[in-house]
């Protein structure tokens, strides 16, 4: 961890040829102050307004979106987990499911119908949802995953990009974003899309990210290896609500460990911090959400 003032934080944007951002990029205040330098490289910023934490500076807009060298190794280290990447591969959907469970339970929780997982990668979480005998749908800008996904697990998946595709005939029930508002330049607009784009009316989002209100952050602070160059945003639960309030969704349900449903020895010992400390910290290394539009 290193600390860093915003001076250093716009010189390292222009060493690096980033853009520094002087305002909140969520609610545009002028108060944002620096957190540090994590993981020796990126500079974080925290709004004091709107509490929101992001990457500062960051890559500007003409860097582009989705590229299949930038895919974090944990995207790799996954083909590896599950055996993806072995020739006798043979999907072990217990395990799959196991992975995802906090996804699936809120997708269980959702309006029944079509599921879509926009940016659904390998298709892994939409091999667990349909496993639970959903009618689901991947959507990627990778035509490489795309094809990986069809390949491997006989998805169907649809190469689209939300922002330039025209709004899709068919709509879907449940929405499913897994760790894909935390990359997008403007997750507000991407959600105001998703649902001018592809949700019905009466459906919901189903949303996950990383959670910097986690056991996990509170162990290792700006050591975090969450922290990359293509996260551009750093939720806690409260600030991924404001961003789906101003994009028109209200909270219908999220999924946080309880003394009931907890079943690994990591959410025991973070509540039991919580509990014991009085901290406002999550036991969850994940936050997870069901959106339903407001109609405004
Ligand atoms: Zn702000």
Redesign the pocket.
Known sequence: MTSASLDDLRRLGVEQGWTFLAE?P????TAIAPLGLARDSFGICR?P??T?VFLNPRRGSTWPRYRESSMPHGFFARQIEFGLLSSEFEPDVRRITARYARIVTLVDQAPTGTVVEVGCGLGLLAFALRARSREVRGIELSEAHADAARRVFGLDVTVWDLFSAPPLADRSSVVVLNSVLDHQEAPVEFLRLVREKILRPDGEVVVASPNLRSTEFLLSGLDWPLFTIDRLWYFTDDSLAEVARRAGYRIAGSHWPTRRSVDDAAGLTGIYVHELLGLDVNVSGGIGLRLAPTGE
């Open positions: 909140c969520l609610c545009g205040s709004c307004e709107c929101i």
